[in-house]
């Protein structure tokens, strides 16, 4: 239940494109088919999602999906666009800042981050999204704030844009995007 849409509209053309936490491929595959995606590469914690993309993948080398363990960074250099959707909220509170910033340092300069999430200003909205993250993956899980997000991201060496924020249904978030400096 989270704006798609407005994350497509974030990916330039023919841009190569890296998702965090890609679950099944889905903005992936999207990304190819509707933003003509040079190529799309995506990590997730999960090898359920990443047996779930792969098993969907029909553009051959131009789209790869991996497994890799929360403590292993994937290297992000000589994509265009990093994307990070609704996978922030279910980073432990802990680690969430190291999580960012490690994001930014790893992108080229010039590269663009795409980030979206729970928006946790918004709070009946919030609850409704953590309700659901509990009913369907036993989690409860933990929204940070998207000004916070933004200083954080801003200090690692990202100039970002005004969060843009969004409702569908019951549900909020937002959407940071910016240029890693
Ligand atoms: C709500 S799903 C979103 C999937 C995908 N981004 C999408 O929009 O369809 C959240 C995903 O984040 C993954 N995830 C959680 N913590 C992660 C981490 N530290 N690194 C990478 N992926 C993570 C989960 O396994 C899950 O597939």
Redesign the pocket.
Known sequence: M?P?TQVLAEIPLGATLY??????G??MHLALRFRQARMVRG????SN?IAAATSFARHGERFQAMC?P?EEQPALSGFDVVVL???LH??PPAVQQD?LRSIVRRMDRGARLVLLDIDRDAFARRCCNQHHDLLLSREWVHPMRADDVRVILDHAGLQSEEPQRFKTLWYGHYLIAGTRL
Not at 43 to 46: A, G, K, V, W
């Open positions: 989270c798609l998702d965090i936490g890609c679950g099944a889905v903005p990590s997730d914690i999960s999602a890799l929360a959707i609704d996978v279910h980073v999580f």
